[in-house]
């Protein structure tokens, strides 16, 4: 007996006795069997239902088997339906014919019983061997596929990691090279007269120096080797609502920039001057592809991951985000320019000119945990959506070492501080202006001479500030060995940059970043000690 899962054949046939006897024929093989006596009736089945293979009579009124058949390989849904026609005259035109317009086999009537229970299984053996090899198919062009995903994620990885690596190093070098121009700037324009021409124009290269600071950073961010700083809780609705006014005086009056901020607190995990620089450069480039009229739409809200996102970004479903969406009537983007967005620092609005804004944008998201997406139409606009995660309960404490904002800098009273640094200038600035301030200094070069004048004057020294980065023994390891050598002095620590030592010592909260300044190194020397 046939069964739900049995083939199911579709007899077309003008004749009522033919349909009878091919419908016994097959029923008795257990096949399912559906009956048309005309080409409508047969269209007018097909629309509702989908039979596995079609017995199809040439000679019909209204409309022939050639013209149904043709329907069929016409409609996507039904092509690969296989047709075996019926045919009363065995013509070698009329089975050329079915053959041209898709047929896959023919019977000549009246056919003999075996002979139709064989064609028809032949040709539904092929019909599933086909949708085995088509499945094949799809398998092979998806695994083609994923494999040319997996070796561009592979390219990026491996050129982001060298250009990471590349900008991490000459960060390095610049952050020394700048504390020696500003730490030695800060000395002179101290014994300049205040209101004199020497006094304006060293205020000049000091602010420079303070610029060209800030750019390394950009560039320690880009290459991802700079942990969050200063980095706390902070509501990003307020955090926006307190600086709407700055924002827009950047543009000109005639770009309309407006701002829909939600009701209730959106708490994120943050550094203030740097989501601060993330929303300024999302609104310049937004501004670059404006007219004089043009319009840039901030949104906030919450954003719960859906399905889709949740593929797309690899994020658990559920999970809540802070959503930033900067939108422009511009002129949009094309799909060469979208794909460029990926690359290393190349600005999106600006074909002739290369930035770090957008990889900055994005670099500083990716530390929060957060996503970019960013989709445009040529001449309908652009929208870029931060999504960085909702901060909820979390509690956070900056790594690196700040003044307090009651901090006043107070001179020493002899104290013994043992500074240890591989760069020359940089050790020389750090004891000139420590022991301007009333300490008494002992320098080390390395880390393993550090540990030998801490072995011999422990008794002495209240202090001791380790480079991260220097030979021999660098100042980790150093600080490990000190500490374990007992004692009342407090470690602490300096760097250029950061690597993957980093977190062994961010949660003493004692790291100084270079470049810093006079009054810092000397806040930090003062907090450290009155805390000890």
């Known amino acids: ?94 089975i050329i014919k079915g053959f041209e317009i898709g047929g896959a086999d023919y019977l000549t009537k009246p056919f003999n019983d075996r002979e139709l229970v064989a064609r028809v299984k032949a040709q539904l053996e092929l019909v599933r061997l086909q949708e085995m090899l088509r499945d094949k198919n799809r398998r092979l062009l998806e695994e083609i596929r994923l494999r040319k995903q997996r070796e561009q994620d592979l390219v990026d990885y491996e050129k982001g990691r060298y250009v990471g690596v590349l900008a991490g190093g000459i ?31 060293q205020t000049e290269v000091l602010d420079a120096g303070r610029r060209a600071a800030k750019m390394v950073e950009q560039l320690l961010l880009f290459a991802d080797r700079r942990p969050k700083r200063n980095v706390e809780k902070l509501d990003l609705v307020k955090f926006v609502e307190d600086r709407i006014s700055l924002f827009k005086g950047i543009f000109s009056e005639k770009i309309n920039i407006n701002f829909d901020l939600p009701d209730k607190a959106l708490p994120v995990v943050a550094d203030r001057a740097e989501l601060a620089q993330v ?10 592809v404006l007219s004089d009229e043009g319009k840039i ?18 994020i658990e479903k559920g999970k809540s985000f802070v959503a930033i ?14 794909e460029r967005i990926n690359e290393p620092i190349v600005s999106i609005n600006n074909e002739e000119g290369i930035e770090l804004g957008l990889g900055v944008v994005k670099a500083v998201v990716k530390q929060l945990g957060g996503q970019v997406e960013i989709t445009s139409q040529p001449e309908e606009g652009t929208v870029c959506r931060l999504l960085i995660p909702n901060a909820g309960e979390a509690m956070v404490k900056s790594r690196f070492f700040k003044p307090s904002a009651d901090s006043k800098i107070t001179s020493g009273n002899g104290e013994t501080i043992l500074l240890a640094e591989d760069e020359e200038q940089v050790l020389f600035l750090e004891k000139k202006i420590l022991e301007k301030h009333g300490y008494r200094v002992l320098e080390a070069r ?38 374990s050598m007992g004692g009342d002095a407090r470690v602490v620590y300096c760097t250029a940059y950061t690597d993957k030592h980093f977190e062994e010592v961010a949660e003493k909260e004692l790291i100084l970043q270079k470049p810093f300044e006079k009054n810092e190194i000397v806040s930090l020397i003062n907090e450290t000690i009155h805390a000890a």
Do not use: W
Request: proline residues 4%; negative net charge.
């Open 1 to 94: 007996m046939p069964n739900d899962e049995s083939p199911l054949v579709l007899i077309v046939d003008d004749t009522p006795h033919n349909l009878q006897v091919a419908g016994e024929i097959l029923s008795r093989e257990n096949f399912r069997i559906a009956l048309a006596q005309s080409g409508p009736d047969a269209i007018r089945f097909l629309e509702k239902r989908k039979p596995d293979i079609i017995l199809l009579d040439i000679m019909m009124p209204e409309i022939d088997g050639f013209r149904v058949c043709q329907y069929l390989k016409e409609n996507l849904e039904t092509r690969f339906i296989p047709v075996i026609f019926l045919t009363a005259r065995a013509q070698i035109e009329d």
């Open 171 to 201: 960060a390095h070098e610049f952050n020394n090279l700048l504390q020696v121009i500003l730490g030695y700037g800060e000395l002179i324009d101290e014994t300049l007269a205040p209101g004199s021409e020497e006094k304006l124009l």
């Open 279 to 288: 929303m300024i450069n999302l609104l310049l480039n937004a501004s670059e």
């Open 297 to 314: 739409d901030v949104k906030i809200y919450e954003f719960v991951i859906d399905d889709e996102c949740a593929k797309k970004f690899n």
């Open 325 to 338: 969406d900067v939108e422009d009537n511009g002129r949009g983007l094309t799909s060469t320019q979208l």
């Open 446 to 483: 390395n880390g393993e001479e550090a540990i030998e004048i801490f072995a011999k004057y422990q008794n002495e020294i209240k202090l001791v500030l380790l480079d991260i980065g220097m030979p021999v023994k660098n100042g980790i390891e150093a600080g490990k060995v000190i500490e």
